[in-house]
């Protein structure tokens, strides 16, 4: 059960509107579910703010399903990425209110009692069209966290002017993820320019010297802009749920 509706439920007690018996049965689940080939955390939602996310690759669609479905019923809301093939249809199937999301290759389930959203924003910068995969995961994963999303697309260091021009959005950001491929240098002007946290995540976009990401990942990581962090190649996710932890600190 997610924090919000906890709160929400101990509200309702202290005013009078629920009993505390139901109040313990609305709290009695048990913390972890097994399906047999999966465990399922269901008090990571009050322990972290977001219920367990499910990561699509390498599950079937039938197991995809099956998690996705257990999470929702407690009323948390569910976010699966890297959904694939068949899964999509499979999960409005069963869920008809899931949010698809073609590009992000994401399927997403809201709380039935949604969390406040972020003063702050979440600004996602992405070098090139072709990183919007990446860049768009990392969007509705901030999104399902209760962050309010900006966005700067096709901005790469090749046409610096498109970035440059610009600046009044980077300056009014709580966070900013930057999203590049190729060379995976957009991040190093970015943090030269931002006064807030640049999160950068290299993508797997590029000829073969990028080497599937990694040439990004060491330009990232050898970034010398101050204030850069660095997640894994072509971890949207990852560097959206560390934005959304800092705007809801």
């Excluded at 290299?202 to 204030?227: D, E, H, K, R, V």
């Amino acid at each position: 059960m997610r924090r919000e509706r906890v709160r929400d439920l101990l509200t309702r007690v202290a005013d009078g509107s629920v009993p505390v018996d139901g109040a313990l049965a609305a709290l009695d689940a048990e913390p972890v579910e097994s399906l047999g080939f999966a465990m399922i955390d269901h008090h990571r939602a009050l322990r972290q703010g977001f219920p367990e996310v499910v990561f699509g690759g390498g599950k079937t669609v039938d197991q995809v399903v099956a998690i996705a479905r257990s999470i929702a019923e407690r009323g948390d809301g569910v976010l699966v990425t890297r959904v694939a093939g068949d899964a999509g249809e499979a999960l409005r199937a069963a869920m008809p209110d899931i949010e698809l999301n073609a590009v992000a290759r994401t399927a997403l389930v809201r709380a039935s009692v949604p969390a406040a959203p972020s003063k702050d924003s979440v600004l996602i910068v992405t070098a090139g069209t072709s990183d919007l995969p990446v860049a768009e995961e990392a969007a509705v994963t901030a999104d399902a966290m209760a962050c309010r999303i900006e966005r700067l697309t096709d901005v790469g260091v090749a046409g610096i002017h498109r970035l440059l021009s610009k600046r009044e959005v980077l300056d009014s950001a709580g966070v900013i993820i930057v999203v590049a491929g190729m060379d995976g240098a957009l991040a190093s002007v970015v943090g030269g320019l931002a006064r807030v946290p640049v999160i950068a995540v290299p993508t797997s976009i590029g000829y073969g010297a990028s080497f599937q990401g990694l040439a990004p990942l060491l330009t990232m990581l050898n970034s010398c802009a101050a204030g850069v962090t660095v997640v894994n190649i072509d971890n949207g996710f990852g560097a959206a749920v560390a934005a959304a932890r800092i705007l809801h600190r």
